[in-house]
């Protein structure tokens, strides 16, 4: 069974980059679709974008360009940068797996606070 | 984008009680509804997929139904263990995914 487990900063300045990393045990990075959704208190559970090896990562609009998902498989970890982050970007971010199932493989989560 | 619109937003009951919680669709979705589990502090858990189908390992007091745009999931005999927040989400083919807005279901 695939396991993840995101990481990154914890905190981050406003319109700095926030950098996320997956790092993804038991199986090969390159079997699944790679999701990032996130969880703030006043926007509920967001999707943010989906990413499979050899294919284009689509993101959702409502993020207006800022998201680049990127999958390192010779690592086994997949990324995520989002650019000119705001208090808007505050939240708990996952990184899950998805396929017929939904979105069936989760990690437990990073919190991410944007302040200066 | 296709919205989801949950009810209620949150739920009182018993242990022994049966529970639904609906969802509406903004546009005919077929079956691509995943219903999710969460408790504080830890991430999402899939319980129903593609409206109706019970994943592995989740007890059989849990059932979805719904097809187009109104869905349901039913807990019949709620145990302790059950009171968590859920959340339905559509995964028909035209992204972004997208969530309902969760209820909260607590203890009475």
């Known amino acids: 069974q695939v396991q993840l487990q995101e990481s990154g900063p914890g905190l981050v300045k406003p319109s700095e980059t926030l950098s996320l990393t997956c790092s993804v045990s038991?199986?090969?990075?390159?079997?699944?679709?790679w999701n990032w959704i996130r969880q703030s208190a006043g926007k509920g559970l967001e999707w943010i974008g989906r990413?499979?090896?050899?294919?284009?990562?689509t993101y959702n609009p409502s993020l207006k360009g800022r998201p680049t998902m990127s999958v390192d498989t010779s690592n086994n970890h997949l990324s995520l940068k989002l650019t000119s982050v705001t208090a808007a970007d505050a939240a708990v971010y996952y990184c899950?797996?998805?396929?017929?199932?939904?979105?069936?493989?989760w990690g437990p989560g990073t919190m991410v606070t944007v302040s200066s | 984008d296709i919205q989801m619109t949950q009810s209620p937003s949150s739920l009182s009951a018993s242990v022994g009680d049966r529970v639904t919680i609906t969802c509406r669709a903004s546009?005919?979705?077929?079956?691509?509804v995943n219903w999710y589990q969460q408790k504080p502090g830890r991430a999402p858990k899939v319980l129903i997929y593609?409206?109706?189908n019970l994943r592995n390992g989740v007890p059989s007091r849990f059932s979805g139904s719904g097809t187009g745009t109104d869905f349901t999931l039913t807990i019949s005999g709620l145990q302790p263990e059950d009171f968590a927040t859920y959340y339905c989400?559509?995964?028909?083919?035209?992204?972004?995914?997208?969530f309902g807005q969760g209820t909260k279901l607590d203890i009475k």
């Open positions: 989400q559509q995964s028909y083919v035209s992204l972004p995914f997208t």
């Open positions: 593609a409206a109706s």
């Open positions: 546009q005919n979705i077929r079956r691509y």
């Open positions: 990413l499979r090896t050899g294919e284009s990562a």
């Open positions: 038991g199986d090969s990075i390159t079997t699944y679709y």
């Open positions: 899950a797996t998805s396929g017929p199932q939904g979105f069936d493989v």
